[in-house]
């Protein structure tokens, strides 16, 4: 959430910096939306049949190459690829995470374990444009986008170390 929704906060302007039509920006963010749509399902049913761990260590991957994404981005296409590519990390990781943590949590403490996640996903979306707006403030968009992509990529190696529970498949 660090890296996601620090992006979003600010990525309207960068778009906008880089001559994409105010009139496409609203457009161009939906496939971000779109793509969580499509792919949430498959991403839970990937969860179930695979295990969590590869699903939501997809989802970590992914994002962090995201921001990279942005940082190349030109054109109304190479933008509308990189929401479209937001929306396949976040489905994948909402689709493992979320059953993993399920999984692990003591008996009868499913529900106190999932708002924990809600817990930080929101003091990510709360960190996230801070840091994005001091880095860009301070230094420039280049350095930002480097920045949270490597956030990111320790968010996955991290998560490459949790241990998968769920046995049943």
Do not use: C
């Amino acid at each position: 959430h660090i890296n996601i929704m620090g992006i979003v906060s600010i990525i309207f302007v960068y778009m906008l910096l880089k001559d994409i039509p105010q009139y496409l920006l609203g457009l161009i963010s939906t496939l971000n939306l779109v793509a969580q749509l499509i792919l949430m399902y498959p991403f839970g049913y990937l969860a179930d049949k695979w295990g969590r761990k590869p699903v939501f260590l997809f989802g970590f991957l992914v994002s962090s190459i995201v921001p990279l994404l942005f940082l190349n981005a030109r054109q109304v296409l190479d933008f509308s690829i990189a929401f479209f590519v937001i929306g396949i990390s976040f489905a994948s990781l909402i689709s493992g995470v979320s059953p993993f943590l399920k999984d692990i949590a003591p008996e009868g403490r499913e529900s106190e374990s999932l708002s924990f996640l809600n817990i930080t996903r929101g003091i990510g979306s709360v960190i996230g444009p801070i840091i994005i707006g001091l880095l860009v403030t301070l230094f420039s968009y280049e350095l930002m986008f480097i920045v949270i992509s490597i956030i990111s990529f320790i968010g996955f190696i991290i998560s490459a170390f949790v241990e998968e529970t769920l046995t049943e498949r």
